[in-house]
């Protein structure tokens, strides 16, 4: 059930407001996103086959993942708690102009994020990617919180320069980035790895503050790793971090972002299409991805890789395509095949197009193969 504003104030920004079925066990913070559950199937209950013609399966949503990334249906209007077998729920859908949960400080009219995808910060609105649905405008500025202030974004830690120390959940950053960090913020992580031994990883996911040691660590409240992890990729939030935005309205939906932990050697799991953000980790070995970048499923649908974290000067990143695709580059006439890249530093980006196989939009940094 949608339901627009009906009589409203001259100052009240315009909602279209939908009741849907939250499919989940977990809470959902207000502003955050979610995504309709388009492939929904049950064999035990009568009529939700995939051979059947299911209307829950646009009633229905989930929290964003990389393989729903292309169904968003709108933001959370309110928190709600968990609730075992999931429950109802009130969503903005795109088209409305509403507080998203935001992971950064935003400046109106400029800044424009998109949903993540899967991983600690799934629904939260961190970075950019491709316009459409599940991308938004900033309509308020929101600054850094300082020690005395309410809710907001604290500190952006996406370069990946921080390293949590051994499994006490003490996190380090020689920069002094926890000035403004108090008892009970939320640590957002993102990723993070440690060099010579790569099962020793983080866990993503939220962790409330418990100590603020000085401008240079802080201690989370559960152990987020698995051994040593000399990066981290993190946001620092306070309460309810929201920020006032238009959510897009397509034509397209955007894919989402995701947030892709770096390791030494094979690594799977790259979304398809959306922007896919290569975070930090100080690779001794190359990273080869054995599950290759999977096809589009449409022409003219979007691929982005950015590289946001160092990968060290020992190895790179060295990805394929699942079908070759073409690139801009050529001196006969005829367009290069684009089969594979290599990359390894901070901006190094490609973006690619669906025409039947990815064809090169856009390249900076990285080297591209035809075989």
Same mark, same amino acid.
């Given at each position: ?10 100052h @009240? ?15 959902i913070?207000?502003?955050?996103a979610? =995504?309709?559950?388009r492939?929904?199937?049950?064999? *035990?209950?009568?009529?939700?086959l995939t051979?059947d ?11 964003p ?7 968003? $249906? ?9 609730r #075992? ?7 903005? +859908? ?5 507080? =998203? ?7 109106v009219?400029t800044?424009?994020l998109?949903?993540? $995808?899967g ?11 491709? !316009?459409?649905?599940g991308?938004?405008r900033a ?6 919180? !300082?020690l ?11 370069d990946?320069? #921080? ?12 920069s002094?980035?926890f000035?403004n ?5 939320i640590?957002v992580?993102l ?16 962790? #409330?503050i418990?100590?603020?040691n000085?401008?240079t660590?802080?201690t ?5 790793f698995?051994?040593?992890a000399?990066?981290? *990729? ?10 006032? =935005?238009?959510?897009? +309205? ?14 030494d ?6 979304? +398809?299409?959306?922007?896919?953000y ?7 070995a190359?990273?080869?991805n ?5 096809? !589009?499923?449409?022409? !003219? @649908?979007?691929?982005?890789?950015e ?8 190895a790179?990143?060295?990805w ?6 073409? @690139?801009i580059?050529g *001196? ?7 089969h ?5 530093a901070?901006g ?11 064809r090169?939009?856009y390249?900076t940094?990285?080297a591209? @193969?035809?075989?």
């Amino acid at each position: 059930m949608s339901l627009g504003n009906a009589t409203v104030h001259k100052h @009240q920004s315009r909602v279209f407001r939908r009741l849907v079925w939250f499919d989940e066990t977990v809470a959902i913070k207000a502003g955050m996103a979610v =995504c309709y559950d388009r492939d929904r199937n049950n064999t *035990t209950i009568t009529g939700q086959l995939t051979t059947d013609a299911f209307g829950g399966r646009d009633t229905r949503v989930k929290i964003p993942t990389i393989t729903n990334n292309y169904a968003f $249906a709108g933001v959370a209007s309110q928190d709600y708690k968990a609730r #075992a077998g999931g429950g109802t729920i009130e969503i903005f +859908e795109p088209g409305s102009v509403c507080p =998203c949960r935001v992971g950064i400080a935003t400046v109106v009219g400029t800044t424009r994020l998109t949903f993540t $995808a899967g991983g600690g910060a799934a629904g939260m609105f961190i970075k950019q990617g491709f !316009g459409g649905r599940g991308s938004v405008r900033a309509l308020e500025t929101t600054t850094t919180a !300082g020690l005395t202030s309410g809710g907001g974004p604290i500190i952006d830690g996406l370069d990946g320069t #921080a390293s949590a120390i051994d499994s006490t959940g003490v996190i380090t950053d020689a920069s002094s980035k926890f000035t403004n960090i108090k008892v009970g913020d939320i640590c957002v992580i993102l990723g993070g790895v440690e060099v010579t031994t790569p099962t020793e990883k983080t866990v993503p996911g939220e962790f #409330a503050i418990t100590a603020s040691n000085n401008d240079t660590t802080i201690t989370i409240s559960s152990d987020a790793f698995t051994g040593n992890a000399n990066s981290l *990729t993190f946001v620092v939030i306070r309460n309810d971090s929201v920020a006032l =935005c238009h959510l897009e +309205e397509g034509p397209f939906e955007s894919g989402g972002v995701q947030f892709f932990q770096a390791l030494d050697g094979p690594v799977t799991g790259v979304m +398809e299409g959306g922007w896919t953000y290569v975070m930090k980790a100080d690779l001794d070995a190359i990273m080869s991805n054995t599950t290759a970048i999977p096809d !589009g499923t449409f022409y !003219g @649908q979007k691929k982005a890789i950015e590289v946001i974290g160092d990968l060290g000067s020992t190895a790179d990143g060295d990805w394929n395509f699942s079908t070759n695709g073409t @690139q801009i580059g050529g *001196t006969t006439g005829t367009p290069l095949a684009l089969h594979a890249f290599t990359f390894d530093a901070v901006g190094e980006t490609i973006i690619a197009a669906w025409d039947g196989g990815w064809r090169e939009l856009y390249v900076t940094g990285m080297a591209l @193969q035809t075989s």
